[in-house]
């Protein structure tokens, strides 16, 4: 069975397909610093990380302390994971593990590259 999302049209599938032929981190950098704006990047990635660390069955309060995440985006990544596409659990299952794991606490995020 092929999954149809609500979301798809023509100039997604350009987006993904351009994403799908990018060969490195390196290569991503380069493309997501040109289509994002710095904010929007970082976004993302917290997103991803409040996901991986609620998958794994982090505590709110533990996701909340490590990621320095909003109770909104926290609560709103939560509701993706358990009434979503499944495309946090996909990409979770397919990606090797982060090189690095959150420690410490909203402070420690500063000092992250």
Known sequence: MTYQSRLQDPFLDDLFQTILSLESVEECYRFFEDLCTVSELKS???????ARMLWEKATYSEVDRLSGAS???????????Q?????????FEKSPSPRHRISGDK???????
């Open 44 to 50: 993302m990635g917290q997103r991803l990380v409040v």
């Open 71 to 81: 109770s909104a985006t926290i609560s709103r990544v939560n509701k993706s994971l």
């Open 107 to 113: 402070r420690d995020k500063e000092k992250r590259p």
């Open 83 to 91: 009434y979503g596409a499944g495309g946090y659990q996909l990409a």
